[in-house]
């Protein structure tokens, strides 16, 4: 579950390399964002000379978590680590490139331009 005060690592090429939530804004139930939800974050850490900048308002889409995804099929997946991917307010990538694998529940939330850059779907 992501909520806010959440760092999660960035999985993209736009320049960002840690976000913190700020605020959930499409989720999945109350408590929490989970897998292919959207959140509104701030950027808290950057490579030199990027597009994105330290400080910055973004909106991400959550690709990975910490907690277990069950799926109905009795599949359970579980991440290192939790990332997001910074996106546009029409739901498009910012990025050119993704990092790692993504599941296969972004693209049952609607975020098929997610899932067509994906290096795994999983």
Not at 17 to 36: N, T
Not at 112 to 122: C, E, G, H, K, V
């Amino acid at each position: 579950m992501i909520q806010a005060q959440t760092i999660l690592q960035v999985a993209d090429n736009t320049g960002a390399k840690e976000i913190m939530c700020i605020r959930v804004l499409r989720g999945s139930s109350k408590k929490g964002a989970r897998v292919g939800d959207i959140i509104v974050a701030v950027v808290k850490k950057t490579k030199k000379q990027t597009s994105v900048k330290k400080s910055e308002i973004v909106r991400a889409v959550i690709v990975r978590t910490r907690t277990t995804i069950h799926r109905a099929n009795g599949m359970h997946l579980k991440f290192n680590e939790n990332a997001a991917v910074l996106v546009t307010k029409e739901l498009h990538p910012k990025g050119t490139r993704l990092f790692g694998p993504i599941p296969y529940e972004c693209s049952e939330a609607g975020l098929n331009s997610i899932i067509s850059l994906a290096p795994y779907i999983i």
